[in-house]
Nanobody, 114 residues
Framework: QVQLVESGGGLVQAGGSLRLSCAAP????????MSWYRQAPGKQRELVAS???????NYADSVKGRFTISRDNAKNTVTMQMNSLKPEDTAVYYC????????WGQGTQVTVSS
């Protein structure tokens, strides 16, 4: 069974930056879309950013201009650079890979202090 491996979460002050990475070792199926979702306490999981195999990106309005998603198709990895972080960005961030079946990572905590 394929498991996504996430890294890069942590604690940062408002205005700071973090870089999240996700890998899909052992994936034998073609991954069409890779995405990052987040879930804050008491809130529903929401899409933060996604990128297709061809490189088309989509961002939540709340992160446009601050977050950048990228991927390496050969390595089955996705990265999200998060700049100008705000306390409202605090959440558990989940990596998602869609090959017709959705695979999820275990989540990584991002905490932004004011």
């Amino acid at each position: 069974q394929v498991q996504l491996v996430e890294s890069g979460g942590g604690l940062v002050q408002a205005g700071g930056s973090l870089r999240l990475s996700c890998a899909a070792p052992g994936m034998i199926f073609r991954i069409e879309t890779m995405s990052w979702y987040r879930q804050a306490p008491g809130k529903q999981r929401e899409l933060v950013a996604s990128i297709t195999r061809g490189g088309s990106t989509n961002y939540a309005d709340s992160v446009k201009g601050r977050f950048t998603i990228s991927r390496d198709n050969a390595k089955n990895t996705v990265t999200m650079q998060m700049n100008s972080l705000k306390p409202e960005d605090t959440a558990v961030y989940y990596c998602n890979a869609n090959s017709g079946y959705a695979y999820w990572g275990q989540g990584t905590q991002v905490t932004v202090s004011s």
